[in-house]
């Protein structure tokens, strides 16, 4: 993270910009960069659009984003905070003169 990357194929207007590299991710089997701009826009390209080195990028995970057994207790937090919400009284408003 943080490296200087040059976007060597064309997407837009993104051809031949340089960037800064801020994070990887996979999408479907294959990998890509989030690419910091200098103007500050981020920009998602694959990896082969760039000039990254093949091990330089992280190995793709097996690993699921969510964890199955957090699940419920995430669905009871979720269901607190609907019921908090709900509990809190109103306040009325006043009309205007």
Known sequence: MGRPVKI????RSLGGQVGTV???FWRKDEAWIVVQLPSGIRA?????WTDVPREDIP????SPLVDPS???ELARYC???STR?????????????
């Open 22 to 24: 801020r994070d990887f």
């Open 8 to 11: 060597t194929r064309r997407r």
């Open 79 to 81: 269901r607190e905070l």
């Open 44 to 48: 998602a390209v694959p990896a082969c």
């Open 70 to 72: 957090r699940l419920l």
């Open 59 to 62: 190995a793709k995970q097996g």
């Open 85 to 97: 919400a709900r509990a809190k009284p109103r306040r009325k408003r006043r009309k205007a003169k």
